[in-house]
C-alpha cells in the first residue's frame, strides 16, 4: 500500500496527477480490504475473533505424510486412492467444498488465475487435487466444478490433470488432520447445518506425498507457485508462511447487517482519503499557480528596470 513518503515522491517525480492516482490506488487497495472484511467481521466490531472461527485455521505441519491410502470418488464416479496422483508428480492439494457460497470459488479462482501463469501443464508436470470437506456432495457436483474451472483456464486438453474429490467423513478427517485443515459445520440461512467455516490455504505436496509449502488466502503469486511446483518435484521441503488467515464463515441476518456497516466505514475511510489528498493538491495547485505568477511579475518588473 502506497504512504505519503510514496505520495511525496510521485509529487516530485510526476506532479499533481502522478500524485491523484497514487490516491486512487490507495482508495482501490482499503476497497479490496473491506471486501474481505464482509467475510472476516464477526460477531463483534473488535479485533477479536468470532468464537467459532476461534476453532478454525490453518496449522502448517510440512512434511508430514498425506494419507495415500484414504478413499475418495472423483469427478467421473471412480473410486481412488488418494496415493493414486502420487509417485511421479508434485501436486497442489486444496480444501474446499463445492458449494460453498463464498469463499471457496475466491480460491479456486485464485489457483485458476496464477495457473495460467505458470508455465507448467496439470497432468504432465503436476497434478491439481480439490477435496471436498462437505460428506454429502456428489461426483456429479464436482464435476460441474471442474468443468467449470476448466473452461476458465482455458486448456482443456489438461483435464486429467484437474482432480475434483469427493468422499466419507473418515477420509476427509484424515486429509484434514494431516493438512492441519480445520473447520467447524456451521446452520446456512434456512437453519441447516450445511455450510463450514474454515479459512482459505493451498498446499503444495512432494511426489512422495509430503506436504512441502503452505500458501494462504485467495490470491496465489505465480512465481511462488512455480517455485513451490519445482522443489516439491525433489521431494525439497519449503519453509512455514506467515500465518494470516482468510476465512470463509456464514453469518446470521443480523451480523451480516453489522459487518455490512463496517465494509461501509472503511469504505468510507477510503473516500475520505481521496477528498483529503484531493483538496491537498487543489491546495498545492493553486500555490504553484500562484507561485508562477508572482515569478512572471517579478521577472517582467526586472526586464522593465532593464
Not at 124 to 137: A, M, Q, R, T, Y
Not at 204 to 212: I, N, P, Q, R
Not at 250 to 271: F, K
Request: proline share 4%; hydrophobic share 40%; aromatic share 8%.
Amino acid at each position: 500500500m502506497m504512504d505519503g513518503r510514496t505520495i511525496r515522491r510521485a509529487i516530485a517525480r510526476g506532479g499533481i496527477g502522478a500524485a491523484f492516482c497514487c490516491a486512487l490506488l490507495i482508495a482501490s487497495a482499503r476497497g479490496q480490504v473491506s471486501s474481505y472484511g464482509d467475510k472476516q467481521a464477526g460477531e463483534n466490531s473488535g479485533d477479536q475473533l468470532p468464537q467459532v472461527l476461534q476453532r478454525v485455521g490453518v496449522t502448517q505441519r510440512l512434511n508430514q505424510m498425506l494419507p495415500l491410502d484414504a478413499q475418495f470418488v472423483d469427478d467421473t464416479g471412480k473410486t481412488v486412492r488418494l496415493g493414486d496422483y502420487f509417485g511421479k508428480r508434485p501436486a497442489i492439494l486444496s480444501l474446499v467444498y463445492y458449494n460453498c457460497p463464498m469463499l471457496c470459488s475466491e480460491e479456486m479462482d485464485g489457483i485458476a488465475s496464477a495457473l495460467e501463469m505458470v508455465r507448467l501443464t496439470p497432468g504432465k508436470d503436476f497434478e491439481i487435487i480439490l477435496i471436498s470437506i462437505d460428506p454429502s456432495e456428489t461426483p456429479e457436483i464436482a464435476a460441474r466444478k471442474k468443468a467449470f474451472y476448466l473452461k476458465r483456464y482455458g486448456r482443456p486438453e489438461t483435464a486429467n490433470g484437474w482432480h475434483y474429490l469427493t468422499g466419507q467423513q473418515a477420509a476427509i478427517d484424515a486429509v484434514c488432520n494431516a493438512t492441519g485443515f480445520g473447520y467447524v459445520r456451521v446452520p446456512g440461512p434456512d437453519g441447516k447445518l450445511d455450510q463450514f467455516a474454515h479459512a482459505s490455504a493451498i498446499e503444495v505436496v512432494t511426489t512422495d506425498g509430503h506436504l512441502a509449502q503452505y500458501y494462504l488466502g485467495v490470491e496465489f503469486s505465480p512465481k511462488d507457485i512455480l517455485l513451490g511446483l519445482i522443489e516439491a518435484s525433489g521431494n525439497k521441503i519449503g519453509s512455514p508462511v506467515a500465518n494470516i488467515l482468510t476465512y470463509c464463515y456464514h453469518y446470521d441476518p443480523q451480523t451480516n447487517r453489522h459487518s455490512l456497516i463496517v465494509a461501509r466505514v472503511v469504505q468510507l475511510g477510503g473516500m475520505m482519503t481521496v477528498v483529503s489528498l484531493g483538496s491537498f493538491m487543489f491546495v498545492m495547485f493553486r500555490r504553484d499557480l500562484k507561485l508562477g505568477r508572482n515569478h512572471d511579475l517579478t521577472s517582467k518588473r526586472t526586464d522593465d528596470e532593464g
